[in-house]
């Protein structure tokens, strides 16, 4: 009888000690190959700097390329959720690329880290749309610090170029709302595919109109044409971007072209300018280390958006496996509420703050308001 029950005690003990370190797998996807590929790339170089372990768990990724096609990223999450068993996913790295998924992982019940520009994939807040966490700054955002500098600048009029995308057209609504509340006339909003190999009409019909400044709102390679584009026909005046112009290409690609550009951005690109005393410095340091000695090469702010997705992720699912398996629906729905209540998690980019209506929790701490300047990034100081 005493041996049955110790039997017993030692199967119930290894049961126990089973589910407490269940494997996590995290599915990754990202556009590694094909136009998105700049944006893509510094994201699967980083999937081997993520944390193998969240507190007793075991974590495991699982990488997959869609190439850039929309239709491959919903084929790549719905072989990763029934197939895999992913607990989360991480991706895919486009805006409409992730706009696409959102119905698919919401109906699983997969959460999704989206580390997209685009805040659609978040806001209006809906049934799907809750179990995205979007690890980028939101638009408006990054927006308002675009048009305090603006105000400074005396800017009257304004010149818009987007892509012809979700990006694009959730930084047009943006820029119409903070325009008209800054007083600054909106002459001209163009739009253009991230693909196009000339934006010659565009960028001529706003030149005509001759407005103080124009911003551009574009992820990756794709910022580049719009502006260089305008130098070359004689404009002169402020050009601003998004942060989908933050990455090292943008530079190469536009060189003397696209000096004096402003625009709001990661901390990254900026780093040793940035006092020790922001909570972000060492995180964002220990990753552009561990990136630069794996990959021979400084990342593109895109792939500390993956590394701070598997930050979240780190930090929430010791909490759901402390209420379910991991691998179950009862994990996965762990997983979102713990994720919903990221509080003060310092990443490479800013400081995540979730609430059930705001899923990507930035605030002011999440950017900086930058120049180029002799071929690099420049901080531009508060007045």
């Not at 089973?18 to 980083?46: D, F």
């Not at 090469?297 to 379910?324: C, H, M, Q, V, W």
């Amino acid at each position: 009888m005493l041996f049955k029950k110790t039997v017993s005690t030692l199967l119930l003990s290894a049961a126990c000690v089973s589910i407490a370190q269940a494997e996590v797998k995290i599915g990754v996807i990202t556009s590694s190959s094909g136009p998105l590929a700049l944006v893509g790339l510094p994201q699967k170089n980083s999937i081997a700097l993520l944390p193998a372990k969240a507190g007793d768990q075991d974590v495991t990724y699982i990488a997959l390329d869609d190439a850039s096609d929309p239709t491959a990223s919903v084929k790549a999450l719905k072989k990763l959720i029934s197939e895999d068993n992913v607990d989360a996913i991480i991706g895919p790295s486009g805006s409409p690329n992730a706009m696409g998924v959102i119905q698919f992982a919401a109906e699983a019940g997969v959460p999704l880290l989206a580390p997209v520009g685009t805040a659609s994939v978040v806001l209006p807040m809906s049934n799907d749309k809750k179990w995205v966490f979007k690890t980028t700054q939101n638009d408006e955002l990054i927006a308002k610090a675009l048009f305090q500098s603006m105000g400074k600048k005396g800017v009257k009029t304004l010149g818009f170029i987007g892509t012809a995308d979700p990006y694009g057209e959730n930084w047009a609504k943006v820029v119409a709302t903070l325009a008209a509340e800054h007083n600054i006339k909106l002459v001209a909003t163009e739009r253009f595919q991230r693909q196009d190999t000339s934006v010659t009409g565009q960028s001529l019909k706003v030149l005509s109109l001759r407005p103080d400044a124009v911003l551009i709102a574009a992820p990756g390679s794709a910022a580049v044409m719009p502006q260089t584009t305008l130098y070359d026909q004689g404009y002169r005046g402020q050009i601003y971007q998004s942060h989908g112009a933050a990455l090292p290409d943008f530079l190469k690609l536009g060189g003397k072209k696209v000096e004096g550009t402003i625009l709001a951005a990661s901390l990254m690109l900026v780093l040793d300018e940035i006092p020790d005393s922001n909570p972000s410095k060492k995180v964002a340091s220990a990753y552009v280390a561990a990136y630069e000695k794996l990959n021979g090469s400084k990342p593109a702010t895109f792939g500390a958006n993956t590394y701070d997705a598997a930050l979240l992720l780190e930090k929430a699912i010791p909490i759901a496996a402390a209420r379910a398996k991991p691998g179950t629906p009862e994990f996965r729905s762990a997983l979102r509420d713990a994720l919903e209540q990221s509080h003060e998690l310092a990443g490479t980019q800013g400081v995540f703050n979730m609430t059930p209506e705001d899923h990507s929790g930035f605030d002011e701490r999440g950017r900086e308001l930058i120049q180029v300047k002799n071929g690099t990034w420049s901080p531009i100081k508060p007045e």
